[in-house]
């Protein structure tokens, strides 16, 4: 990418905005028409003044016009604990995004798991800030350093549900947004420098994210810096003027939902044929009622605020004509940034051999086996005979529903991906068991899909062919078979929250195969967590989450072992719902369209620490087919083992574990480091993950492994000082494999409360 000088650059983009006229000024700053129907968002240039236009385009799971290559969800790609594995993802999506000509990837999406039911998990990375902080930084550079195209971090903030994203107030302590919500969208600015940070749906406290002063001016622009611009979330702006002056930058996608609909769509067409006098957006709401699902976003038949509200306000002294420059020389500077101005974007690539590649590995490093009873995995590739059972273990689970569905050129299934890897004289079996479980990414990607009326949508059973055998075929081929493979999975989208129980039949499926079988292993395609009532009648449970395109080539690698389980879990699994946080009504989804926030910092794995719960499988979590031993764990602070960090010194400590694969055959394993904090003025959790390295050892190989706690980890947020301060204390460093796989500590104190940087 071509770099500018500051002084030349600063000069023409102030050119160009004394030149634009206040119309233009006003449509610059929302979305319009795309004439080639491909972008997601499209702001338009300026002819007259050589601006070229702005085009976004969904991600994380991969670009959406036409076919492109459909990467794990994210939530698989967190689960690699990998930061040089996202930038590699990055890096591929930052090239589709460019080969399919666009300019922003609307990626990646690191809101907190605080929610395990959340509908949008799988596009997330962790309940963890520090994990999801690397991640996303990891995924940013890729993008934008390797790629050449722009990223958006998002969602600003909290949006931590789907059940009443749009009006739901997110009720929380500016604590807890500092430790838990926050710190990743802080990561992405000051070390990622994203270009784009998009607002979110929900309210914060009772203000709308698109209207939150406080947080797109005070904390994001002028605190961290953040010198790219805030777009809001489709149809998310309520009040044009209120988010102009908050800091919203671009309000997204400017137009309503018929017009942005770019599928055909005959009621709308014939809508849209209607004269101009009538009233066509009160008409397109009315006929769309009755197939409005729930939840449905209540702004989806306006225009942009923007575009209605602003050219008044600046006339009448509401909105500044300098704040609406600023939203222009926020979005212009991006475009400069990266070449937009002078064609100099890097070349791009859909759908790529290299991408496709890069699929199946993140598929395979973020498998987690959480359960290897008797070394049932791996299996052998000539093992006489397996039955693969599940109602849609023929299908590959690419991701889903919503604004991250893909559409690839291929897919691999599971059940092709077992059969193309047994030897030719396996016997491979295969069994529904229940009627297939509806995918929402297979479903239209319309918001609202009038093409059809009721009366002509095809029934189940028709799109199917009526062909689900029944449990009992499933009971027969899995006591034939030397192991019975048993492909789940839920059907997570956006717009909507999910239960943690599997849907339809699966899980008396999975009970009535279990008893049946000699062996058992079961597959999870996932977008989280989710209720296991048959854990301990099965003898091997894989999380695979969802695996994309090449979901059947990765889930056989796991299987047979042709690729080590490297994955670690990044969100607690619980044994039933109450063990998780947001437990309550209250917490979670709310009352009155209020969730209160009022377990603090103490989510996911610090809630279970801190109430003594014994999670089903931990945070951090997953095994190896190899083993490994760790050793000589040593602590520095200021280069002195063991030593006492001085008072005023900011703490900076270094630890190092010696890890050596006593197995008979390489493996892949991730140390990880928890830091437990102090005694302090307010309440902290029992410990929190400060460092995490992924290792690959081959048998016998032994390795040291150094990894830094930055200061901010020994810190908590002191609300009244605004500052972030390290109590004088002992802390205890933990070195394990998991959350609660401890295999050693060691004590470091902090000889006087320092404020941290």
């Not at 994990?131 to 909290?158: E, M, P, W």
């Not at 009538?278 to 923007?306: H, M, Q, Y």
């Not at 994309?548 to 080590?564: N, R, V």
Request: charged letters at 25%.
């Amino acid at each position: 990418m071509a770099t500018q000088d500051p002084d030349t650059t600063t000069d023409r983009i102030e050119s160009l905005i004394d030149r634009l006229t206040l119309e233009e000024k006003i449509d610059f700053v929302h979305g319009e028409d795309d004439p080639d129907e491909r972008a997601t968002g499209f702001l338009p240039g300026v002819e007259r003044l050589d601006i070229p236009s702005l085009s976004m385009v969904d991600g994380p799971l991969g670009v959406r016009p036409g076919t492109a290559t459909a990467f794990p969800a994210s939530i698989a790609l967190a689960a690699s604990w990998d930061v040089d594995l996202a930038r590699e993802q990055g890096a591929a999506l930052g090239r589709e995004v460019l080969g399919a000509d666009q300019d922003v990837l609307l990626a990646p999406g690191f809101n907190i798991i605080r929610v395990p039911q959340c509908g949008r998990s799988f596009e997330y990375y962790s309940e963890d800030p520090y994990l999801s902080s690397r991640l996303a930084v990891g995924t940013i550079d890729g993008v934008q350093k390797d790629a050449g195209a722009i990223a958006t971090a998002k969602h600003f903030v909290a949006n931590n549900q789907e059940q009443d994203r749009h009006e739901v107030s997110a009720e929380v302590s500016e604590r807890a947004l500092r430790e838990i919500y926050l710190p990743a969208f802080e990561a992405a600015v000051t070390e990622g420098e994203v270009g784009s940070v998009m607002a979110a749906y929900n309210r914060i406290n009772g203000t709308y994210a698109t209207e939150h002063e406080w947080l797109l001016s005070d904390v994001l622009k002028d605190e961290w810096g953040f010198s790219g611009y805030v777009v809001s979330d489709w149809w998310a702006t309520t009040d044009g003027v209120a988010a102009a002056n908050a800091g919203l930058d671009v309000d997204m996608p400017g137009i309503p939902v018929p017009q942005w609909h770019v599928t055909e769509n005959r009621i709308h067409d014939v809508i849209e044929g209607l004269p101009d006098a009538l009233p066509k957006r009160s008409i397109a709401k009315l006929v769309s009622t009755p197939w409005l699902p729930e939840n449905v976003n209540p702004n989806l038949f306006d225009r942009s605020p923007f575009e209605v509200q602003l050219r008044d306000a600046v006339e009448h002294g509401q909105v500044a004509e300098s704040t609406l420059d600023e939203k222009i020389r926020r979005v212009l500077g991006q475009m400069n940034r990266f070449g937009l101005f002078d064609d100099e974007q890097p070349e791009g690539a859909v759908d790529a051999a290299e991408h496709r590649d890069r699929s199946r590995r993140v598929a395979e490093r973020g498998a987690v086996v959480l359960q290897n009873d008797d070394e049932v995995l791996p299996l052998s590739p000539e093992i006489d005979s397996i039955a693969v059972i599940g109602p849609n273990a023929d299908t590959a689970k690419i991701g889903g529903g919503g604004s991250s569905a893909v559409t690839p050129s291929s897919t691999v299934s599971p059940l092709a991906g077992v059969r193309e890897r047994v030897d030719g004289d396996t016997r491979v079996a295969f069994a529904r068991g229940t009627e297939r479980i509806e995918d929402h990414h297979d479903a239209s990607e319309s918001i609202v899909d009038l093409s059809l009326s009721a009366s002509e949508t095809p029934a189940v059973d028709t799109v199917l062919g009526n062909d689900t055998p029944e449990r009992d075929d499933a009971v027969i081929a899995a006591r034939q078979a030397d192991v019975a493979v048993v492909v789940v999975q839920d059907d997570a989208t956006e717009g909507e929250d999910r239960s943690l129980w599997l849907p339809g039949e699966q899980d008396r499926l999975v009970a009535a195969v279990a008893d049946a079988a000699d062996r058992t292993v079961v597959v999870c395609n996932t977008a989280g967590p989710i209720r296991m009532p048959w854990a301990e009648d099965v003898d091997g449970i894989v999380e695979m989450w969802y695996p994309g395109q090449e979901d059947g080539h990765a889930t056989a690698a796991i299987l047979f072992g042709d690729s080590d389980p490297g994955g670690r879990l990044p969100v607690t699994f619980g044994r039933r719902l109450d063990d998780y946080p947001a437990a309550t009504e209250e917490r979670y989804p709310g009352v009155g369209l209020e969730a209160e926030y009022d377990e603090g910092v103490f989510v996911g794995y610090r809630h279970f620490d801190d109430e003594g719960i014994e999670p089903q499988f931990a945070f951090g979590h997953g095994l190896s087919y190899t083993d490994f031993t760790y050793s000589d764990v040593t602590v520095e602070a200021d280069g002195e083992e063991g030593a006492t960090i001085e008072g005023g010194d900011e703490p900076g400590v270094s630890v190092e574990v010696t890890v050596e694969n006593v197995g008979d055959r390489p493996g892949r394993d991730v140390v990880q480091v928890y830091l437990g904090p102090a005694e302090a003025a307010v309440e902290r959790p029992p410990k929190a993950l400060a460092g995490f390295e992924p290792i690959t050892l081959d048998a016998g190989e032994t390795t040291t492994v150094t990894l830094s706690i930055d200061a901010r980890a020994f810190a908590y947020y002191d609300v009244e000082a605004g500052e972030w301060v390290a109590t004088e204390g002992e802390y205890t460093v933990l070195v394990g494999r998991s959350a609660q796989d401890i295999v050693d500590e060691e004590t470091i104190a902090i000889e006087e409360s320092t404020i941290v940087e």
